[in-house]
Each structure stands twice: as structure tokens, then as C-alpha cells.
């Protein structure tokens, strides 16, 4: 027997419940990625990274943080994130996936509890396998089911600390949380507020700067703003006091066993930041192509939700797969997601609406959807 038959066996079960995954090539108008604001390959940020190849920056940092990995780009992001986020600090992770690791493995301590919204990414519950923190599910976007797990914990004897742990915008539903109420929970708790701003960043707030920037620099809050969607790079920024920097730098092994990320892409980020200072209009724009997509697309069956992801949820698995298989034939990327990426029977297509797109293109998916759906 070949010594991999348990996974040719668990692969061969995937694909007779038509579960198996497979890369597939870009193709078509971009309705799938996270690339908001099309900076990905925007000209201006191909242009920050020539100038910093010119100016010598690395390509590769040689070893972690700790050893000699440390660049001045990476200590030149961080200070500037914390001035354009209006935090502490900031450090920078290779990626979001990896920084929530970090965060929920590291942060909460033995006796503490960790009260997180049921639909939180698989990132976050990594953490929490990784930590030493109890663990307990909130119903999705109910500030007061995150008061009564914490109720009921201290009820129970709980003496440790309690941590929240939300996504401002959801990836898979396009819903924003209850973040004032939460912010409230917390503070009648004494808790900490972890808040996970991957798909808010650049395209919500102030200036960009998220739906939790009226809460970026209280003391117990920690956010998580990604890189690699709407700025266009990779990586991802813990933006917080600075005891939580210097705990992550000191007890994160997430952090303190990884090669430190490339100094070249920390130009980069840095020049997406100036970007989302400099050009408003992105954002402008994104919200207006956002409101027509609503206009064209609810039509559809899908969902309003008031940001630039759209789910159109057909419930049954193969259902989902035929629809998104026939709108990628007609030219339009949008992906089928099934659990366990989204809860049973909530299979659906995430249409995801970037400055990579126009009013056409969206005509021609709300077209393409119909066809399929008749």
C-alpha cells in the first residue's frame, strides 16, 4: 500500500462529492478578486517599486526580524501605517492569515476567554487552536450574544480576561459589524476588541482607513488591516498599543520564526498608502460602480449590501457550481464558494466589484447571471 493512500483516499472523496478544489487561470472581466481599488497593477505602484529597486532596496530580507531580516523598509511601513491609521504602532506580517495566527495564538492568555463572531475567517480560529485562551462562538453580528458569552463565562467563575474578536466587513456576506455596540460590550467587560479590517481597508472610513478607524488608538483595541486587497501588495499591519507590538515581537512565534517579509514589498505598501492619501477618487469611483452593480444585480437574486462584495446565494452546492461555471464561460470571473467556506445549504457566488470593472462589464454579468439562473 502506498505510504500517501489516506490522502489519495481523502482526495478521491472530494471529488465524488464534487469537493475537490483545483487552481484555475484568471480569466475573464474581474468580478472574484479583492483588488478594490485596482492597484494590483496600477501604473503608480509599479512605479513605487522601480524606485525602490533603483534606490537598492532588497528584494529578499535574508532572516527573520529578530536576526538580521530587519530592513529600514520594514521599520519605515510601520511608522508610517501608525501615522495614517492613528494607532501606536503597527508590525507587519507576511500575511493576513498569518497575522491573526499570531494574534489569537499569542495574545489571549491561559484563563482568558476569546468570544468570536460565528462567521469569522478560518485565520482567526487557527489562532485560537494555537492559544491557550477558552474559545466560544457569538451568533453573527449580535452584540448581545458577545455580552452574555462573557456574562455567563464570569458566571460560570471566569477571572481571566475577555478578548472579541470580529471582522469589520465580511468576506463571504458583505455585512458590517455592530462595531459601536461592540465597542460598548467591551468596555462594560473590560475586554479587548480585536478587529479584523481586511476588506474595509482602503475602502471604507476616513481617508481609507477602515470602519474601525474611530476606534484605532484606545487601548484595547487591535486591528488587522491586509495588504494584499485593496492596497494591492501583500501582507498584512497589526495596528495597536505598543505592548501588544512588543509582546507579539517577544512571544509571537508566528513572528519570531518567520523570514521577515520582502523589504521591496514593504515599499510597496508604503506606496499604496500614499495612493489612498493621494487619490480619493478611487474610492469615490468604487462606491458609485458599487451602487450600480445594486442597481443591475439585485434583479439577480443578489444581495444589496452596501459594500463592494455581492453574494448571490443559490443554497445547493451543484446548483452553485453550474451557474458559476456558465457566467466564467461567458467571460465573467466570479466563483462558486461552497462550505466549508460558507455554512451548509449557503453556497453561493461571491461577485466581488473592483475599479478592474465598469458599468458594462457589470451589464454583461447581470446578463450572464439570468441566462444561467433560467
Known amino acids: 500500500m502506498s505510504i500517501l493512500a489516506a490522502h489519495v483516499d481523502d482526495l478521491a472523496n472530494l471529488a465524488a ?24 497593477d496600477s501604473p503608480r505602484l509599479r512605479t513605487a517599486v522601480a524606485e525602490a529597486l533603483a534606490r537598492g ?27 495614517f491609521f492613528g494607532c501606536e ?7 493576513g492569515y498569518a497575522a491573526n495566527a499570531a494574534l489569537l495564538g499569542t495574545l489571549p492568555q491561559r484563563g482568558d476567554l476569546v468570544v468570536h463572531d460565528a462567521l469569522i475567517h478560518a485565520s482567526a480560529h487557527e489562532g485560537m ?18 455580552d452574555d458569552a462573557i456574562t455567563a463565562w464570569r458566571t460560570r467563575g471566569g477571572t481571566g480576561r475577555a478578548w472579541i474578536a470580529v471582522e469589520s466587513l465580511y468576506s463571504m456576506d458583505g455585512d458590517r459589524a455592530p462595531l459601536a455596540e461592540l465597542a460598548s460590550v467591551a468596555a462594560r467587560h473590560d475586554a479587548f476588541l480585536l478587529i479584523d479590517e481586511a476588506h474595509a481597508t482602503g475602502v471604507f472610513g476616513p481617508g481609507g482607513r477602515g470602519l474601525a478607524a ?4 484606545r487601548e484595547n483595541v487591535v486591528t488587522l488591516r491586509t495588504c494584499g486587497k485593496a492596497l494591492g501588495c501583500e501582507g498584512a499591519l497589526v495596528c495597536g498599543p505598543a505592548t501588544v507590538r512588543d509582546f507579539l515581537v517577544n512571544r509571537g512565534r508566528g513572528f519570531i520564526f518567520s523570514t521577515a517579509p520582502s523589504p521591496l ?10 495612493i489612498l492619501a493621494d487619490e480619493p477618487e478611487r474610492r469615490d469611483r468604487l462606491h458609485a460602480l458599487v451602487a450600480y452593480a445594486e442597481h443591475r ?5 443578489v444581495a444589496a449590501t452596501g459594500s463592494q462584495i455581492l453574494p448571490l446565494v443559490l443554497g445547493d452546492d451543484a446548483t452553485t457550481m453550474r451557474v458559476a461555471g456558465a457566467v466564467q464561460a461567458a467571460a465573467y470571473d466570479v466563483r462558486g ?15 466581488s466589484v473592483t475599479l478592474n470593472t465598469d458599468e458594462a462589464a457589470i451589464d454583461g454579468l447581470a446578463r450572464a447571471i439570468m441566462e444561467a439562473l433560467a
Do not use: K, Q
Open 17 to 40: 462529492r464534487d469537493l475537490l478544489r483545483a487552481l484555475m487561470p484568471r480569466r475573464g472581466a474581474d468580478f472574484s478578486s479583492n483588488d478594490y481599488l485596482g492597484l494590483a
Open 57 to 83: 532596496v532588497s528584494v529578499g530580507s535574508g532572516g527573520s526580524r529578530l536576526l538580521r531580516g530587519n530592513d529600514p523598509e520594514h521599520d519605515a511601513l510601520e511608522a508610517e501605517a501608525a501615522a
Open 89 to 95: 504602532a503597527t508590525l507587519w506580517f507576511s500575511s
Open 129 to 146: 487552536r494555537l492559544g491557550r485562551g477558552e474559545a466560544v462562538a457569538a451568533a453573527h453580528n449580535n452584540a448581545g450574544s458577545f
Open 214 to 217: 474611530a476606534y484605532e488608538g
Open 265 to 274: 514589498m514593504a515599499s510597496a505598501v508604503r506606496g499604496a498608502l500614499r
Open 297 to 301: 444585480l439585485t434583479a439577480c437574486g
Open 337 to 351: 464558494i461552497r462550505p466549508p467556506t460558507v455554512p451548509v445549504g449557503a453556497a453561493r457566488l461571491r461577485i
